[in-house]
């Protein structure tokens, strides 16, 4: 069975330190794995995704993940948080077979001023 | 860029009426998707298709059918709707797994 978990529902950060959204999943095989972003009444954004090439994939607005297969994590990170980054983040998985892909529950994330 | 749009932003309709979502995508993409997001339970597939006429329930499909003939174009339809569908709806389409989803701006409904 597939399934994600985002460890954290809320994040709050101070703008300019260090963003950490935790991901887990789980999966038989070896997935694809993404990160979404949702602002206030808005779809959701790609930010970057892992589709078994290098492991640290690099995204749109400074943001990066590190995929690490003995750990089944897929953890979003940014060096300096800014305000505008304050929204919804969603982990996605996607198995190798099937056509589902599956969401996490999402993490909320507060900057600070 | 690929483009999904969704038709309205907000639509507040009666119990009882049919409900219209549409959603159309300008690259030919082969499969569509329509998930609705509420708050705690995150996005839940409704339905999908993977190409023109052809559909396949997701983990929510009760109350909804959708339409595509199409390839550009996958309606959602609530036959008769009802106040536990007021929620955001999101469709969204894509090539490749691996390429992830594309999403419209959402359809937010609100049934009274």
């Known amino acids: 069975a597939q399934s994600v978990t985002q460890l954290d529902s809320h994040v709050s950060v101070s703008e300019g330190t260090p963003v950490l959204l935790r991901c887990n999943y789980s999966?038989?095989?070896?997935?694809?794995l993404f990160w979404y972003v949702q602002h206030p009444n808005k779809g959701l954004q790609l930010l970057l995704k892992?589709?078994?090439?290098?492991?640290l994939v690099k995204g749109i607005n400074g943001f990066e993940a590190e995929f690490k297969k003995s750990e089944t994590s897929f953890h979003l990170t940014k060096p300096s948080a800014h305000m505008s980054d304050a929204a919804e983040y969603f982990c996605?998985?996607?198995?190798?077979?099937?056509?589902?892909?599956?969401f996490g529950t999402g993490t909320s994330l507060t900057v600070i001023p | 860029d690929v483009k999904v749009t969704q038709s309205s932003r907000y639509l507040v309709k009666r119990t009882g009426e049919k409900v219209f979502l549409e959603c159309v995508q300008d690259m030919d993409h082969e499969n569509m998707f329509w998930y609705r997001q509420d708050p705690g339970l995150g996005l839940r597939l409704i339905y999908f298709s993977y190409d023109v006429k052809m559909k396949e329930k997701g983990d929510i499909p009760e109350g909804y059918s959708v339409s595509r003939e199409k390839k550009e174009r996958f309606s959602l339809i609530l036959e008769s709707a009802s106040t536990n569908q007021t929620s955001m709806y999101l469709c969204?389409?894509?090539?490749?797994?691996?390429?992830?989803?594309?999403f419209g701006s959402g359809t937010r409904l609100t049934v009274v």
């Open positions: 999966s038989s095989y070896s997935p694809s």
């Open positions: 969204a389409s894509r090539e490749r797994k691996r390429d992830g989803y594309t």
């Open positions: 996605v998985v996607s198995p190798l077979t099937g056509n589902q892909f599956y």
């Open positions: 892992y589709t078994s090439a290098a492991t």
